[in-house]
């Protein structure tokens, strides 16, 4: 431990007593070590969870930088003016090895720089530890999660694999370019050559990275649609796949407004359910084109990072309720083009109950019939028992002396349609008029068969008690009626007066007007039977709401061909008309709104500082009814932390470019605490900086991108997002986070100092390699995870044993990693030590 490169000057134990910026309190020194290091621990826990904070305003301002859109002209093929569509100017691959890479590793970064400059341009190991360290965990711990964390039955693979094939390659080269430098080209010296080929191979992967997303193709290309596929971000060749542009068509306007056809179509299957509110469909209406619309890595990294401190979510939160309806209309992935959606409509068609109900509403007899039957159906769920109640009450017919009182139970046996029930009339021998009592219907309530069965439109029949025995004459009932476009079913009566003897029947057909069949109602024909009895009987004709605002319409229903003795009537024909709902302009207007205001508030970015103090001050961003618990706990935690971030100049200030150099700076600031308190810390606990950067400082660093993946993973159709850019990303660290600091010590020792940068190879080495062992065996079994049937040929998910193997297997490469690292930290492993002849003496 004597040996050990000191991150700052003075022995070993200086390092717990002053670093850069701390400590504050000049008299700690008397302090007790156990409680010193208890705060310092609880110090760099609250910081790691600032430095996520400011990191997701740098990310904001990542994501309002890259956002930025060109229009696009496409020809319509007709003499009006083309289409115009807003496209992102920035590459995906580009944003994601530059910016985006940066927004998620500058603490890291900024660290390594930071520790270089603070100990006078000279070398430590606290900032390339936290490098190696953080690329362990994220190549290793993260893709094991990722891979675990897929539901059962289900996997992502990576859909750009020739820009992962190249990241991969970079990242692997990057560390046995890190090892070359430190054991083989220079020992324990950078040269200032060395360090600057090290910062250019980042723009090197760059260009390689995007010429891969291009498919190896240079020049200009002829803008042909597969080429705008290409573009736009979708895979070239992928069956079956629609492109971005086609996407954004459906979900957007020219101007980025929300679609109102789209919205529309998306509200018709939401009408299909009960009890869904106005204000419910815009949040599921919010959702959808949220999931619609494709995220990069830095979304799902801002909204872990928001749901860690309790500040606002960029998704909708859904309730139980909707989260079920949700589910059901999500079928497809693109709105409108919502597929098959199971409706649930009114009682009369449910399918998971039964529903139990008269044949007819009015029934007629003779007064002399003596005993008849009335018919009680079942339709809808049959292979249940379910057991009803029959029971009479008086009209002006009375019981005892003109029919027998009715009080029955009857059961249907599973699949059983009908039952019959038998009704007696008692003949006085007396003239009377026309008179008529009423029959009931009730669900007997026996427990499990109440809850399976419910009656439908006709629970009540009228019985006529008549005196003559004519067949009757038919008729509808009205010459016309008025429906609402979403009444879903018109009801037409057909009544039969002057008689009720015998069965007849009449036939019916609709005949098109203004309304025409299929598009505004569901015509045809058909034969109307009524039973020996009956009064009423309806014709039911579906009416097809398109919620398109339209005036009113109408058709025609006539009855013809009388059958079994009976007549027609007077009014043979009947108009409906179809009247577009009144407030249909205002509730869809309605929906635009507040659909809107959803979208809104789901930006991970604000334009204004009073937009980012109001979601600063308030718990969950000001949606405190779907904030929980640990939302106002987090909050509470991280007030101070958020108040202070909220003061940084908005994205939506000179394009973010402000917003982004801001907290840049504010992301160095505070890295340059946290570099010092696990220094400290570590100190005090007795570990080495190499240790305490592999441990403490890289899990607290990555422990944001831990959860982003898991959400990316589980939340996406592919695994680009969840582990895709780990390679990239891991590789950015080096030739940034090593090759600026090397660059700046370099020329700072050649330049003023006149002699190399020296620059121990130690533990750095010993970790490096250990890495490119691990990492080695981890692309291995990713890529044959990929191609093997037996892990379900994708990179995460798969069958459940090799799933659980694979993750197991990743975890044991980090513990394997951090045991070895350090073992050889603390001077158990002895790797390839260094000549003191060979630096003048210096170790």
């Not at 603490?107 to 430590?124: D, M, R, Y």
Request: one cysteine or more.
């Amino acid at each position: 431990m004597d040996n050990e490169t000191l991150s700052f000057s003075g022995t070993y134990n200086d390092r717990c007593y002053k670093a850069l910026l701390l400590p504050i309190f000049p008299y700690e020194r008397s302090w007790n070590t156990g409680v010193r290091a208890g705060l310092y621990f609880f110090g760099l826990m609250y910081c790691f969870m600032g430095v996520a904070i400011v990191a997701d305003v740098f990310m904001s301002a990542i994501e309002k930088i890259t956002s930025k859109t060109k229009k696009l002209y496409l020809s319509t093929g007709k003499d009006s003016e083309p289409e115009v569509f807003e496209v992102r100017i920035w590459n995906d691959t580009v944003a994601n090895l530059t910016l985006m890479a940066l927004g998620s590793s500058a603490p890291e970064i900024l660290l390594s720089c930071i520790e270089v400059i603070g100990n006078k341009f000279e070398a430590g190991d606290l900032g390339p530890g936290t490098i190696v360290g953080s690329a362990a965990f994220n190549l290793l711990a993260i893709t094991g999660v990722c891979i675990i964390g897929i539901p059962a039955g289900e996997g992502r693979s990576i859909r750009l694999i020739k820009v992962f094939l190249v990241t991969s390659a970079f990242s692997m080269f990057a560390y046995l370019w890190l090892y070359m430098v430190l054991e083989l080209f220079t020992p324990d010296y950078i040269d200032l050559w060395e360090a600057i080929l090290t910062f250019l191979f980042f723009p090197l992967m760059v260009v390689i990275a995007w010429w891969a997303d291009r498919d190896w193709k240079c020049g200009k290309r002829t803008p042909v649609p597969t080429d705008q596929q290409i573009e736009l971000g979708v895979a070239n060749g992928s069956p079956g796949a629609e492109t971005m542009l086609e996407k954004q068509k459906k979900l957007f306007t020219a101007h980025g407004e929300v679609n109102k056809e789209a919205l529309i179509e998306f509200y018709k299957e939401l009408r299909k359910y009960p009890d869904i509110s106005d204000s419910d469909a815009a949040v599921l209406a919010a959702t959808k084109l949220i999931d619609s619309q494709p995220h990069s890595r830095m979304w799902y990294r801002i909204g872990a990072v928001r749901g860690m401190a309790g500040s606002k979510k960029i998704h909708p939160i859904l309730s139980e309720k909707l989260r079920e309806v949700y589910d059901a209309v999500n079928q497809s992935p693109d709105v409108p083009d919502l597929g098959q959606v199971p409706a649930i409509v009114t009682d009369h068609h449910h399918n998971e109950k039964s529903i139990v109900e008269f044949h007819s509403a009015s029934f007629a007899v003779p007064e002399n019939i003596g005993k008849f039957n009335i018919t009680v159906v079942r339709h809808g769920r049959m292979d249940n028992t379910v057991r009803v109640r029959i029971e009479s009450f008086d009209g002006s017919a009375k019981a005892g002396s003109d029919y027998v009182q009715v009080n029955e139970q009857l059961v249907f046996g599973p699949y059983a349609k009908e039952r019959e029930v038998s009704i007696s009339i008692i003949d006085d021998n007396q003239w009377e008029p026309d008179e008529e009592f009423f029959l009931r219907l009730s669900v007997i309530d026996d427990g499990f068969e109440k809850r399976d069965a419910v009656l439908g439109r006709l629970p009540i029949m009228e019985i006529v008690i008549l005196n003559d025995d004519n067949p009757g004459v038919i008729s509808f009932k009205k010459r016309g009626i008025l429906v609402k476009e979403s009444c879903n079913i018109a009801n037409l009566e057909v009544e039969r007066t002057n008689g009720a003897d015998g069965e007849i029947s009449v036939d019916w057909k609709t005949i098109d007007g203004s309304a025409k069949s299929p598009s505004d109602f569901q015509g045809g024909e058909g034969t109307l039977t009524f039973k020996h009895g009956e009064l009423v009987r309806t014709i039911e004709i579906p009416i097809v709401d398109d919620l398109d605002p339209e005036k009113d319409e109408c058709f025609e229903v006539e009855i013809s061909n009388p059958q079994g003795g009976c007549t027609l009537g007077r009014i043979r024909k009947l108009a409906v008309t179809i009247s577009n709902d009144d407030d249909f302009n205002s509730v869809m207007q309605r929906m635009m709104v507040m659909t809107s205001s959803n979208l809104k508030s789901m930006e991970v970015h604000k334009e204004t500082w009073g937009e980012q103090l109001q979601v600063a001050l308030t718990v969950n961003g000001g949606d405190v009814e779907n904030a929980t618990g640990m939302d106002y706990v987090m909050h509470f935690l991280t007030f101070g932390w958020k108040v202070i971030f909220a003061l940084i100049p908005p994205p939506g200030i000179m394009g973010g470019w402000l917003c982004f150099f801001s907290s840049l700076v504010a992301i160095g600031f505070l890295t340059a605490i946290v570099g010092d308190l696990a220094t400290i810390f570590g100190c005090l606990i007795g570990l080495t900086d190499t240790v305490t950067a592999i441990t403490f400082v890289a899990l607290g660093t990555s422990l944001p991108d831990l959860f982003a993946s898991k959400a990316a993973a589980t939340g996406e159709k592919y695994a680009d997002n969840a582990i895709g850019n780990v390679t990239g990303s891991n590789a950015v660290n080096v030739f940034l986070g090593l090759g600026l600091p090397w660059v700046l010590a370099s020329i700072y020792h050649v330049a003023i100092v006149g002699d190399r940068f020296y620059y121990p190879a130690g533990s750095l080495a010993f970790s490096v390699f250990v890495y490119a062992i691990v990492a080695t065996l981890a692309l291995i079994l990713i890529l044959v995870r990929r191609y093997a049937s037996v892990f379900g040929k994708s990179e995460l998910g798969g069958p459940t044993v090799p799933k659980y193997f694979s993750g197991i297997f990743l975890f044991t490469l980090w513990f394997l990693y951090i045991l070895l690292s350090s073992l050889q930290a603390y001077g158990y492993i002895h790797f390839l030590a260094p000549n003191p002849e060979q630096h003048g003496g210096k170790v």
